[in-house]
């Protein structure tokens, strides 16, 4: 017997595509390939491609009258690492808070299995609160076997999300060479190479940068020649302390960056919360993207970065939820509106961020500025059904559907998160894998 034609179909759900061509909410049903792929989406409760408007045969058919069906949101910059460390350092800024957070890693309590636990930990925390896709800061205490990146991966991987992988290259020093750090780099990547992906849940490799915010020219240097060389995006926290020292110091470093050839479509800046007007011009004018994350940034007393001034310049954005040490919960609804709110009250005005901005920022803007936006972050027919499905909070009185999104859900009103059109929230089970091997890498 023949399986079904689509592993699943919705019907009768609130759409809401987030496509750049179908921007409106709509009452209508959609179709995935078991490949994990949307193959239609119909604007009428009955599917016009069947025979006499039947419900297309399945594995699974939800009826999801009264429901909304949103893209999965996408973390543009994310810690998965940090799962198990919340509340910590809550009266320090970025730097205080930091040296709690890194301290005990950096002095080597944290092994590889350690690090797969977190990483699994943190993705499936995202999953579960609707994050179908991040970016993961990795962190590898005794990085030079390789193990650590190795865990990390695995871990986002085996937790059902899709994710960016962000490589770690280590500071150069006298005792960790140029050398070491390249060879270092492809070595991991010729291990992914070697992984198998049937669910195309691993995105790309990115650096991790570090060496701005460390004041190392040299480490940058080494970054962008390893960026040059493989072919990867760089992210870099830049310009998140409130300190005027640091501000200043970074600022000035602006220059390095430029020397380095890495102002350009190849580069993410993370936080950017106190650029010059100069800088915000050069940045967009270059392709260089931004990923803002106002929880983080209230939560450690960053600042508000002033997001309609980006705009008008035409920055690339997306909303990050960052670490569960620095967010401490990894909301994606709470973070919306901790964006939304926190520029409205700094310009006084309503009008100055609107529902539909923050909502593709953490959707289709996120996926744009990571560079995947061909495969994530809209229901869009040849993108992977990533998707939450909302039960909408009750209202009298009719109103925009994106508007009562963004200013009334929470996790709480999501019912199931799917990736790639298989369900992977709380109810369900996350997928997980086991008998994972460490093998130690000889340089």
Known sequence: MAPPKYRLV???ALLIPMDKSQEQSFIGTICVSHKGQIASLDPTTNNTNTNNGETPEATTTIDAAGKMLLPGFISAHSH???????????????TGWAEDIYGPAVAGSLSAEDM??????????????GIT??????????????????????????AGIRFVHGFNVGAVSPVWTRGQAVARTGRFLDWVAEQGDEAGLYLGTAVANHGVIYGDWESTMVEAEIMHRFGLQGHLHYLESPLPEDIAAERSRWSWLKEAGLIGP??????????????IREAAAAGVRMSWNPLSNGRLASGIADIPAYLKQSLSIGLGVDGEASSDRCDPFENMRMGLYSVRGMYKDPNALMPYDVLHMHTLGAAESLGVDDKVGSLTVGKYADMVFVGPPYSLLDSDSISTLVLSAGVEHVKEVFVGGLPVS??????????VEWPPWEF
């Open 80 to 94: 998965l690492w940090q799962s198990a460390f919340p509340g910590r350092a809550c009266s320090e800024s970025v």
């Open 116 to 129: 797969y636990a977190l990483a699994r930990r943190g993705a499936q925390s995202h999953v579960r609160k």
């Open 10 to 12: 919705i019907k009768n």
């Open 133 to 158: 896709t991040a970016f993961n800061f990795t962190f590898s205490p005794g990085f030079r076997d390789g193990r650590g990146d190795r865990a990390q991966f695995c871990g986002a991987r085996d």
């Open 266 to 279: 190849a580069l993410m800046l993370g936080h950017f919360v106190h650029p010059t007007t100069e800088m």
């Open 426 to 435: 709380s109810t369900s089970g996350t997928p997980t894998r086991t008998g």
